[in-house]
């Protein structure tokens, strides 16, 4: 896991990318992302939304899906863009928690 000063939880690059749903109020499409966190996940897409921009993101984790809600936090120009999650139910949280852990290091 690596980890920054900005960061408050610790991000897990997967060994392999996920498919990750995500919609804005201008866009949406399914994209990977290469790494993810309890705070947030990085979206792999050459047509990242601006920094600010509220976003509903679903994945799939082994032990069932995971709906947020997020903001775009930083944006890397044909790249892809860093978003926060900003809410999400218990249960969502509990599967991402579970997703994690079970991560190899």
Known sequence: METSERRRHPRA????????AWRAASAGT???T???????LFIATTQPLPQGTMLQVLFDTPGGEVRARAVVKSVRPRGGMGVEFVAMQMQDRARLHQFLKNLPN
């Open 34 to 40: 290469p790494s993810v966190s309890l705070g947030g």
């Open 13 to 20: 690059a997967l060994r392999q990318a996920i498919p990750v």
């Open 30 to 32: 399914v994209s990977r």
